[in-house]
């Protein structure tokens, strides 16, 4: 595991990488002020599985499922957007 600074010293990244310096496993992603905007799974470095995506506020806005290419959009609360 190992963690990734922007040049201000926030953290940008958590997350795993293999022998040959590529993503690999379960990585997140901060935004400037510590907040979740990311998570998901990489193999080497390219993303699979489930994706959830967090607005500024931590509020979940997407699933992006990289194995079958469905996108879930949420509404402004963070729940499923039926529309």
């Known amino acids: ?3 990734n600074y922007r040049n ?5 990244s958590i997350g795993a990488k ?4 590529k993503r690999t496993g379960k990585w997140y992603f901060y935004s400037e002020n ?4 990311a998570d998901g799974f990489y193999k ?3 993303k699979v599985g489930l994706w959830n995506y ?3 506020s931590g509020i979940p806005t997407t699933i992006e499922n990289n194995d079958t290419g469905e996108i879930t959009v949420m509404d402004e ?3 499923i ?3």
């Not at 201000?8 to 940008?12: I, Q, R, V």
């Open 1 to 3: 595991m190992s963690c």
């Open 8 to 12: 201000d010293g926030t953290l940008e």
């Open 18 to 21: 293999d022998q040959s310096d």
């Open 34 to 37: 510590g907040v979740k905007l």
């Open 44 to 46: 080497q470095n390219d």
């Open 54 to 56: 967090f607005n500024d």
């Open 77 to 79: 609360a963070g729940n």
């Open 81 to 83: 957007n039926r529309n």
